[in-house]
């Protein structure tokens, strides 16, 4: 789903989708498709839908990847250094509207996250070596997602015409120096192209109206490009990001359908089934995900 600005979502080919509705204005059209069954049947068909699928092995090894990711990066670190915080956003945005056609959205993503641990790891680096850390950052991100066969001619021509060569390797060897090549990331696109299909399997999306379902998929798309453009959301996991905005698009189109637990369960651990401690502590950390949106964008509220 999450291409670019100017490709399809997952569910659709047609390139005049129009993905520049203003985030947090969304309108919805009162011709939405009637969904037949009782609201209560299909909060318990959702919730059967999304039990069965944590008994997937590869969901649950990607929760498992997602929690050790988190622990990699210092939300605070970020959140209080304003001038990154600013750089940060400029950057994903440049890259997203730009450079869409070099960089994929997956590549942009890892190289943000790399940059989110370059900063958690030392917070102190001055804000004029700013683009020492994005170049390089990004110079990774471009490798590890095409077997390392990134040509750095290309990349300076493309991304940074007065960079040399030497200054690029240089760098690289500086990020990869201060996060000592430990550079793997499971990235929200990644875990979103896997997680989105599983979760369309449920009949409930099947017999949506390809009006309702392209609108449904666009203005999630929107959410999710807006989201990781903050850095707020860096003490999410993208599973938890994934279900929540989900959640919010469904309640906003048919609203006190959808049960926040079922969403809920899809992006935890089963291991926190027996231990309701800790099945706490995740439900508050799901619900502080959803608020932080709704705080993005006051027209969401629940009021």
């Given amino acids: 789903m999450l291409a670019s600005k100017y490709e399809t979502c997952l569910l659709f080919n047609d390139q005049r989708k129009n993905l520049e509705s203003p985030y947090g204005e969304i309108r919805f ?6 969904v037949s069954p009782s609201d209560a049947e299909l909060s318990d068909s959702l919730t059967v839908h999304f039990k069965s699928l944590r008994r997937d092995s590869t969901l649950n090894r990607i929760i498992e990847q997602e929690m050790n990711g988190v622990r990699k990066i210092i939300p605070e670190a970020i959140w209080k250094n304003l001038s990154y915080s600013q750089k940060r956003w400029q950057l994903f945005t440049v890259l997203y509207e730009e450079a869409i056609d070099y960089v ?32 390089g950052t990004l110079f990774v991100a471009c490798k590890l997602t095409s077997d390392y066969t990134v040509a750095k001619k290309s990349f300076c021509k493309q991304l940074a015409p007065s960079l040399s060569i030497r200054e690029l390797e240089k760098y690289e060897k500086i990020v990869l120096s201060l996060l000592s090549y430990n550079i793997y990331v499971l990235s929200l696109p990644s875990v979103e192209s896997y997680l989105t299909p599983l979760i369309f399997q449920h009949w409930f999306f099947k017999t949506l109206s390809e009006e309702d379902s392209e609108q449904l998929m666009c203005e999630w798309q929107y959410m999710l490009i807006e989201i990781m453009k903050d ?3 860096t003490a999410f996991r993208p599973s938890e990001i994934i279900c929540a905005s989900l959640w919010i698009i469904l309640d906003v189109m048919w609203p006190s359908r959808f049960v926040i637990t079922s969403f809920f369960y899809l992006c935890t651990s089963m291991d926190i089934e027996d231990d309701k401690e800790n099945e706490l502590k995740y439900l508050k950390r799901f619900n502080d995900c959803i608020e932080l949106i709704f705080k993005k964008s006051p027209s969401f509220s629940r009021g």
């Fill in 29 to 34: 059209k009162d011709n939405l498709t009637k």
């Fill in 104 to 135: 994929s959205m997956d590549t942009l993503c890892i190289a943000i996250s790399l940059l989110d641990r370059c900063y958690s790891t030392k917070p102190s680096i001055p804000s004029k070596a700013f683009k020492i850390y994005a170049i």
């Fill in 231 to 233: 850095c707020r959301f």
